[in-house]
């Protein structure tokens, strides 16, 4: 049994023109269970306080209502708006398909973090371009593209909370918080991927390979949350845990409506999409920007090690052991670190080799 998710289908797309344009095995014995009451808490510290609403409730706030324009196939496409990305996927190899932007380059396309088993996939920094063009060897097929405005849309009303939420110390950004569009998670009127949730065993760091010095990480988390969820067909954004190089924390997956991030109030570890074959059971938190030669702020990195080292006391782990993984559903087994790269597990740069170089240090600092 497989745990990824089914094969992309788009729910807007629209067609080239003849001339090409398209517009540890299970968790340790006795480990302490995630309950609000020792997991979530307000910023004012109280231990019960709900971590998505805070003890003052809810205000309005607005954010620019996410802008796609979908197609299929290669060729040109115009977009009638500036996309600040574009979102692809695409059948056969995983690598070989190639864009350019408006008066720009080829740009040759890798996976970067996201994993797919069946082709590739890509998410790339479209520089408020509004056309772009796509191109495919003969072992590639089946190519979608998806333009992204995560800056510029109509205002979008959320409820976000009054006071800031914090995960035992460690403050973050609720989904509403940074704009997520919960109508996304649904496809022909369901939910697209169900929420599962099984013991956590191990922790999965990764970057999103996005362009660093990000202006405006609210609308890259928004971004990459499009691509996971429609342009992958993964129905949800894939990480758990998202942090920028100011030392913001996001939350990141769906985990259901009792005001724990990631976890059920059952203490069980809601299933992501960061790490193909390795799912269930593994937490995947992702510093936003492109780590292979430059590392994190010292401030994500901070935040990095804190969000582990509550997590990991919680849930008994110890993040400096070696571990054997068991994939709970498709019985895979794999000796591993408690807090691992994205690396270990698949043929892939993410989480940047200066992160990954810097994972025995998060490791050593978490454990204390």
Not at 326 to 340: E, F, L, Q, R
Request: glycine share 10%; net charge negative.
């Amino acid at each position: 049994m497989s745990e990824s998710p089914t094969p992309p289908t788009h729910r807007r797309k629209r067609s080239l023109s003849r001339r090409g344009a398209i517009g540890a095995a299970a968790a340790v014995a006795g480990a302490a269970a995630v309950t609000p009451a020792v997991f979530a808490a307000t910023d004012s510290g109280d231990s019960t306080g709900s971590a998505a609403s805070g003890s003052s409730g809810t205000k309005p706030e607005k954010f620019p209502a996410t802008r796609t324009e979908a197609a299929t196939g290669t060729g040109e496409a115009n977009t009638a708006f500036a996309a600040s990305y574009v979102g692809l996927r695409w059948s056969g190899a995983k690598e070989g398909a190639a864009i350019r932007l408006a008066d720009g380059d080829w740009q040759t396309l890798a996976s970067g973090c996201a994993a797919v088993e069946d082709g590739g996939t890509a998410l790339v920094a479209a520089q408020s371009a509004t056309a772009y063009e796509v191109k495919a060897p003969s072992d590639i097929d089946g190519v979608r593209s998806l333009a992204i405005d995560t800056i510029s849309g109509p205002a979008h009303t959320f409820e976000v909370p009054s006071e800031p939420t914090r995960v035992r110390g460690v403050r973050y950004l609720s989904r509403p918080a940074w704009g997520a569009d919960e109508s996304k998670r649904y496809k022909d009127g369901k939910v697209n991927s169900p929420e599962t949730y099984y013991p956590l065993q191990i922790i999965t760091v990764h970057h999103t390979a996005t362009p660093n010095d990000d202006p405006d990480p609210a609308a890259t988390v928004r971004a990459i949350y499009e691509y996971h969820a429609i342009t992958n067909d993964w129905g949800d954004i894939g990480y758990h845990f998202l942090i920028d190089e100011a030392g913001a924390v996001y939350e990141g997956r769906y985990s259901g409506d009792d005001g724990i991030p990631a976890f059920n109030t059952d203490g069980d570890l809601v299933t992501g999409f960061h790490s193909v074959g390795y799912n269930s059971g593994a937490l995947g938190i992702a510093l936003i920007g492109t780590l292979q030669e430059k590392g994190p702020t010292d401030a994500a990195k901070a935040s990095l090690i804190r969000l582990i080292k509550v997590i990991s006391r919680f849930k008994g782990l110890d993040p400096q052991a070696q571990v054997t993984y068991v994939n709970p559903v498709s019985g895979v087994k794999k000796d591993t670190h408690t807090v691992g790269g994205h690396r270990d597990y698949f043929a892939t740069e993410c989480p940047g080799q200066v992160m990954y170089d810097l994972l025995t240090e998060v490791r050593a600092a978490a454990a204390r």
